[in-house]
């Protein structure tokens, strides 16, 4: 899902469960799009949502200076919107109650939730299970119609790809390793021998077979830790030479022993190998080449959307 989407749906969210109460009475249109209006409530609390970290600690007279001074961008992001929702009718795409019931199990499979725990959550949020399935459905509207208009359309040809290989060869003609590591403290005035005792008790939980990001998340004092160990691709020159030599040695999904650096003791594990060349390069390019593709060709959508349309801004 695009950020645009994202944020689009979570808005949305927002101006269902708002007490409006309070601003009926200063409500009013600020825009019209083909003849759908967006009133000032709904801009107001994209505001607020969108622009949370900036106002942040902001109270009274700063705050709403500074609601102000966001509130023409966010409306041009809420117009652009409005005009893919209608686009997307125009064109005759519609949401079916089972495609939103498959995107609820999901939702529910990815956050390992029983369907009562999502009710609870929704009910926190002072959401319906039925204004949730409308929220659902708009989104998956919104995915159809860009993919339709904008993804379908990108077409990245391999000469492309050979292309920009060429000019950025350096970045991409060099081995990578992907690494999981737990690591454990050198003491500063403990014992050696009790922090190789808790590292051949790891060691024998691996070659048990137990998981080891989980073991990582247990037990490294790392800084990649809450990732599972998880410290991406590295390259030569880019970690200390303990880890480097370790590394290089390891085939994809062998685990060292562990060994001594001059910060700690380590274990790692190697999970992916990038020989480097073109060939290993292919994909990583093409998404690179298709993502800067499809900004490009979105804005132009966007942009002729607006073009087709009646836009009346009373902000």
């Known amino acids: 899902m695009n950020k645009r989407l994202a944020y689009y749906i979570l808005i949305s969210t927002l101006f269902l469960i708002g007490d409006l109460s309070a601003s009926v009475m200063l409500d009013r249109v600020v825009a019209t799009v083909n003849g759908e209006v967006i009133m000032w409530s709904e801009l107001r609390r994209a505001v607020e949502f969108d622009r949370r970290d900036q106002l942040r600690g902001l109270e009274g007279e700063e705050r709403e200076r500074a609601i102000r001074g966001y509130e023409r961008a966010v409306l041009n992001e809420l117009i652009d919107l409005r ?52 929220e659902l459905s708009e989104q998956i509207l919104l995915a159809k119609v860009v993919n339709l208009e904008v993804r379908s359309k990108i077409v990245i040809s391999e000469q492309e790809i050979e292309d920009y290989y060429r000019k950025n060869e350096s970045v991409y003609n060099k081995e990578r390793v992907r690494l999981r590591q737990i690591f454990l403290r050198r003491p500063d005035n403990g014992s050696l021998e009790e922090v190789e005792g808790r590292a051949m008790e790891i060691m ?16 490294s004092q790392g800084p990649a830790a809450d990732r599972g160990g998880d410290l991406g691709y ?9 880890v480097e030599d370790v590394a290089f040695s390891l085939k994809v999904g062998e685990v060292s022993r562990p060994f001594w650096s001059p910060r700690g003791l380590h274990i790692i594990k190697v999970e992916d190998r990038v020989k480097g060349g073109l060939e290993e390069a292919r994909e990583e390019i093409r998404q690179v080449l298709f993502q800067r593709a499809f900004q490009k060709r979105y804005k132009e959508w966007i942009r002729a959307l607006r073009e087709d349309a009646y836009i009346e801004i009373n902000l």
Do not use: M, N, W
Not at 95 to 119: C, F, M, N, Q, W
Not at 234 to 242: A, D, L, P
């Open 204 to 219: 024998r939980r691996i070659e048990a077979g137990e998981d080891f990001s989980r073991l990582a998340r247990e037990f």
């Open 234 to 242: 590295i390259e030569r020159g880019s970690v200390i030479k303990e």
């Open 83 to 134: 005009l893919q929702i209608q686009e997307a009718k125009r064109l005759g795409l519609d949401v079916s109650p089972s495609e939103v019931d498959s995107a609820i199990e999901d939702i529910k499979r990815k956050y390992g939730l029983t369907h009562e725990e999502l009710l609870r959550s929704l009910r926190s949020e002072g959401l319906t299970e039925e204004s949730y399935r409308r």
